[in-house]
């Protein structure tokens, strides 16, 4: 589903940052877009910024179903700043909070999280419904094989056998050296 991405740019409250930029909203079903103003307040702008397909994967189901059971569902935009004080990069939407946190991890893109819209809210939990399937948790068993039984590797092999075997090297050198 094509998603509109809703930016928002506003004067800065330090003299360090000139444009604060946020995204404000999504539009479910946008047509294409590049940087369209759609309002001014003032030195407050608000700009259809790009339109980003929102794709839904069948294996991300469980994140989905963790994103709508927040008390606030969201999607998660993921921006990138080219150059300070220019306008931003979208680079995806996503429903997903797992890899919205992937993207955050890493520390060079911005991610934003806006809140659904309820008829893409509806349109995520019908996917969800069609194609989530609840994994089984299986507890891996024990091999019943008794690893203590040999010792095979055991010591330093720099080390000479005939004695101790876990002395350290180090002991070696120092003797050596007299």
Known sequence: ???????????????????????????????????????REG?????????????LHGADTEAYLHGLSAEVPSVYVVMREEAPGEALDMLLVTASPY???DYSDSGEE?????PMPHGLVAWV?????????????????RDRKRVDLVDDGVGD??????????????????????
């Open 110 to 114: 911005i991610v934003e999280k806006v």
């Open 157 to 178: 092999p720099r080390v000479p056998q005939i004695s101790d075997v876990y002395r350290s090297p180090a002991g070696l050198r120092k003797r050596r050296m007299q």
């Open 1 to 39: 589903m094509p998603l509109g991405i809703v930016l928002r740019k506003a004067p800065g409250v330090t003299r360090w940052v000139a444009w604060t930029w946020k995204v404000v909203a999504v539009l479910p079903g946008a047509g294409p877009a590049h940087w369209r103003e759609m309002r």
């Open 99 to 101: 890899e919205a946190q």
């Open 43 to 55: 030195e407050t702008v608000e700009y259809h910024a790009a339109t980003l397909p929102l794709d």
């Open 125 to 141: 939990r019908d996917f969800v419904e069609e194609f989530h399937q609840e994994e089984i948790f299986v507890k891996r068993k």
